[in-house]
């Protein structure tokens, strides 16, 4: 079993930054995938950026060149810059840990907030 803590997230007016962090812990060595979703009312939990354990990235259109995605392999801790804020960017953000055959883990969830 592979336990997640995120940590990182608030309130920030557009145009800003914020770092997410999320470390894993327990069955942590088989993890592969490590990755950040979001979820907003009324809508569905989307993929945000994810890493793989050789440091291969995939970024969600709607934040490519404004968020970055990073990966401590030895502490398994992912973590998430995020530039240039929107209000859209505004959601509860959970981090995911994937390992071969098994569902994947979810954090509890951060909340991001970008209002003036």
């Known amino acids: 079993q592979v336990q997640l803590v995120e940590s990182g997230g608030g309130l920030v007016q557009p145009g800003g930054s914020l770092r997410l962090s999320c470390a894993a812990s327990g069955s942590r060595f088989s993890i592969t995938t490590m990755g950040w979703y979001r979820q907003t009312p009324g809508k569905q939990r989307e993929s945000v950026a994810t890493i793989t354990s050789a440091g291969s990235t995939n970024y969600a259109d709607s934040v490519k060149g404004r968020f970055t995605i990073s990966r401590d392999n030895a502490k398994t801790t992912v973590y998430l810059q995020m530039n240039s804020l929107k209000p859209e960017d505004t959601g509860v953000y959970y981090c995911?840990?994937?390992?071969?055959?098994?569902?994947?883990?979810w954090g509890q969830g951060t909340q991001v907030t970008v209002s003036s």
């Open positions: 995911v840990a994937r390992r071969p055959t098994l569902l994947p883990s």
